[in-house]
């Protein structure tokens, strides 16, 4: 079937962007299904003004945005590289959990931008498209893409600027 083929040729990159704009795994996999499931149920209405990769990213898009809107702070879970007081338990677990943790800052980081900056800094830097495309998907010019991932990455660095 021609939709299983578009399924597998997009899931990957799709997966990526979902992960990065929501910061969860599980999150990320509902949105990707949903969004193949609202594609596949909209697929009479796409007309090919855009290719199906930016026409199936932007539903992506979408649905992220809509989980960030409805989304509440929950509570992490504790990481598993650290023993129950929560301190590392040898020196190369520590190693681990100082990378853990740096991964975690950045992931909150990229997650805590306002979803206009976070979006074009997701699709360009962790989805592979140029500012053009993610210009196209999001519905902003090439010149906006481009300013909003710069303003993200600004942020980014200030935000980590601990990590360094």
């Known amino acids: 079937m021609a939709f299983a083929t578009l399924?597998?040729?997009h899931q990957d990159q799709l997966y990526r962007v979902a992960l990065r704009m929501t910061?969860?795994?599980g999150t990320a996999q509902d949105v990707v299904q949903e969004a193949f499931l609202q594609a596949w149920q909209h697929l009479p209405g796409f007309r090919g003004d855009a290719r199906f990769s930016t026409w199936v990213t932007r539903i992506v898009i979408n649905?992220?945005?809509n989980?960030?809107?409805a989304s509440r702070l929950t509570e992490p879970l504790p990481d598993e590289t650290t023993g129950g007081d929560g301190l590392p338990t040898s020196p190369a677990?520590?190693?681990l959990a100082v990378a853990a943790q740096r991964r975690e800052a950045v992931r909150q980081a990229v997650v805590s931008l306002p979803f206009e900056q976070r979006a074009p800094l997701v699709l360009t830097t962790f989805g592979g498209y140029?500012?053009?495309e993610a210009g196209r998907i999001l519905g902003i010019?090439?010149?906006a893409a481009k300013v909003?991932?710069?303003r993200a990455r600004r942020a980014l660095a200030d935000r980590l600027r601990d990590w360094r």
Request: hydrophobic share 30%; proline share 0%.
């Open 7 to 9: 399924v597998r040729q």
């Open 23 to 25: 910061g969860d795994v």
């Open 63 to 65: 649905r992220c945005h």
């Open 67 to 69: 989980v960030h809107r």
């Open 93 to 95: 677990a520590e190693t």
């Open 130 to 132: 140029t500012h053009a």
């Open 141 to 143: 010019s090439e010149a």
């Open 148 to 150: 909003r991932a710069h």
